[in-house]
């Protein structure tokens, strides 16, 4: 099975950044969209930002509007690492980031992912 490993979350106060990595192992993420999602303590999981496989050229897609020129995706082949680069980070961005994979496509809703890590707690706060 594809395993992923999120790792970079932390502590920072409102309007600082942080930058989170997805790092897959056992296999390449050459077919594989990454999702990035979040939950907050009561709330749904939300989709935030996603990107395509590889030979699927590589597509973003942001689900969460409010992210929208705040939050990037990117993406480091040589690593088989996904980027979740936030700026401007608010109180409400605080959550659990989850970094996900399903076959090729981005999908913006969590049951349509196969793979999962175990999160990266983020805390903004003053």
């Known amino acids: 099975q594809l395993q992923l490993v999120e790792s970079g979350g932390g502590l920072v106060q409102p309007g600082g950044s942080l930058r989170l990595s997805c790092t897959a192992s056992?296999?390449?993420?050459?077919?594989?969209?990454i999702g990035w999602f979040r939950q907050a303590p009561g709330k749904e999981r939300e989709g935030v930002l996603c990107?395509?496989?590889?030979?699927?050229?590589?597509?973003?897609?942001n689900y969460a509007d409010s992210v929208k020129g705040r939050f990037t995706i990117s993406r480091d082949n040589a690593k088989n690492t996904v980027y979740l680069q936030m700026n401007s980070l608010k109180p409400e961005d605080t959550a659990i980031y989850y970094c996900a994979a399903r076959w090729n496509y981005c999908s913006g809703y969590p049951n349509e992912y196969n793979y999962w890590g175990q999160g990266t707690q983020v805390t903004v706060s003053s």
């Open positions: 056992r296999y390449t993420l050459d077919y594989y969209a």
């Open positions: 990107i395509s496989s590889i030979s699927s050229s590589d597509k973003r897609t």
